[in-house]
């Protein structure tokens, strides 16, 4: 008779078991705050499209402090999706050859995260100067 | 034993399939040296302390890929992790995770295998050549596209690092997906059509959600996410731009 019985371990909790994987989890969970302000912004424009009244209460409505205080947590949790989103874009995408040699790691990631604070940078500017 | 000689306790997962029902812990007080390896550790056990504990092991050199086991949590060559790097606290050992048990800390490479071939890991000539014509010429250039692919030991790190393919072990995986870029890159090959089925398929990359650990815990700087998302990209232009270019052939 067989004798073997190979051992399936339960995966139950694997996201717990190592701490790379609970890092896993909190950026990827990161994006639901991504979703979240997506609804928000598509909120706003629902609000737009129904005049003046119904945009100005909305806007009026974000002064609430709970609002501003999700607004900040969302600030920090967006902040920390793009940073693990470049980290993890190098091993995404094919090797860039620059000047006969392969771009390394770090460029790739600070190359996005630089394009992604000026982007963000630009648009503040462009949003500020059209408030004033 | 030389001096400086000091006792480590190492918890080593067992399992004897004829006699437990579910793996168990088990502690030993393991004497060692500044120079010793977990596998040395545990292959102490075996010669002085207990001869029924099982493990695979062969080179002590990482190259042959044998000796990968759970080292706290963390998939590590057994020959390359040391014990004084955990010491005075005790080191776990356990089977490589999201592979079944056969028996103590050896598992099941049996779907593994069975990946590794379905990858048809070898040069499928892109043109027949006589041994008259010579051999296929390749540029340094040519080389660099799969030479870090090619340095996969089949040690299977990464599939224990890869909670996708614990959930789904019909998960082509990492390792082989390395591989079969490997081959699918080289500028010698021809088999990339055939390949791309099974990148594609629903055993392929789409499993993957870029968790990235199974780069991380590669002993031989592989990067297999790298060859499993440059995949999807080419699965998902193979998918697009068959309406542009029809191949045929396409199941």
């Known amino acids: 008779m067989n004798k073997r019985r190979p051992y399936v371990r339960s995966m139950d909790g694997w996201w717990r078991k190592n701490p790379f994987f609970v890092e896993y989890m909190i950026h990827e969970g990161t994006a639901l705050f991504v979703a979240a302000y997506a609804g928000i912004l598509l909120n706003g424009l629902l609000h737009l499209s129904r005049g003046e009244a119904a945009w100005n209460a909305w806007l009026d409505g974000l002064k609430n402090p709970w609002y501003v205080a999700f607004h900040m947590l969302a600030l920090v949790a967006i902040g920390y999706h793009t940073y693990t989103w470049f980290k993890i874009m190098p091993r995404t995408m094919p090797p860039v050859i620059v000047g006969g040699k392969r771009l390394a790691d770090g460029a790739i990631t600070g190359g996005g995260l630089a394009v992604a604070a000026a982007a963000s940078l630009a648009l503040l500017a462009a949003v500020w100067g059209m408030a004033r | 034993?030389?001096?400086?000689?000091?006792?480590?306790?190492?918890?080593?997962?067992?399992?004897?399939?004829?006699?437990?029902?579910?793996?168990?812990?088990?502690?030993?007080?393991?004497?060692?040296?500044?120079?010793?390896?977990?596998?040395?550790?545990?292959?102490?056990?075996?010669?002085?302390?207990?001869?029924?504990?099982?493990?695979?092991?062969?080179?002590?050199?990482?190259?042959?890929?044998?000796?990968?086991?759970?080292?706290?949590?963390?998939?590590?060559?057994?020959?390359?992790?040391?014990?004084?790097?955990?010491?005075?606290?005790?080191?776990?050992?356990?089977?490589?995770?999201?592979f079944p048990i056969e028996r103590d800390l050896v598992i099941n490479m049996e779907g593994f295998i069975e990946k590794l071939e379905s990858i048809q890991p070898y040069i499928i000539p892109r043109e027949a050549r006589t041994l008259a014509q010579g051999e296929y010429l390749q540029t340094p250039e040519q080389l660099n596209v799969y030479e870090q692919f090619s340095s996969c030991i089949n040690c299977m790190l990464c599939y224990a690092a890869c909670p996708?393919?614990?959930?789904?072990?019909?998960?082509?995986?990492?390792?082989?997906?390395?591989?079969?870029?490997?081959?699918?890159?080289?500028?010698?090959?021809?088999?990339?059509?055939?390949?791309?089925?099974?990148?594609?398929?629903?055993?392929?990359?789409?499993?993957?959600?870029?968790?990235?650990?199974?780069?991380?815990?590669?002993?031989?700087?592989?990067?297999?996410?790298?060859?499993?998302?440059?995949?999807k990209t080419n699965a998902a232009a193979d998918y697009f731009l068959r309406f542009l270019a029809p191949k045929g052939g396409a199941k």
């Open chain 2, 164 to 231: 996708q393919f614990g959930l789904n072990p019909a998960f082509i995986g990492p390792g082989a997906m390395a591989l079969l870029h490997r081959y699918n890159v080289d500028s010698r090959d021809g088999g990339k059509a055939e390949r791309m089925e099974l990148v594609a398929s629903e055993e392929g990359v789409f499993h993957c959600t870029a968790v990235g650990y199974c780069s991380e815990v590669c002993p031989k700087h592989v990067d297999p996410a790298n060859a499993v998302n440059q995949n």
């Open chain 2, 1 to 98: 034993m030389a001096e400086n000689q000091r006792t480590i306790e190492i918890e080593v997962l067992r399992y004897h399939p004829e006699k437990d029902k579910a793996p168990y812990q088990q502690v030993f007080q393991v004497p060692f040296t500044d120079d010793m390896s977990v596998l040395q550790g545990v292959q102490y056990i075996k010669d002085y302390l207990d001869g029924s504990l099982s493990f695979r092991w062969s080179c002590r050199m990482a190259i042959c890929g044998s000796c990968g086991m759970m080292i706290n949590g963390k998939p590590s060559l057994s020959c390359e992790t040391f014990l004084r790097d955990y010491y005075p606290a005790r080191v776990r050992v356990e089977a490589l995770a999201h």
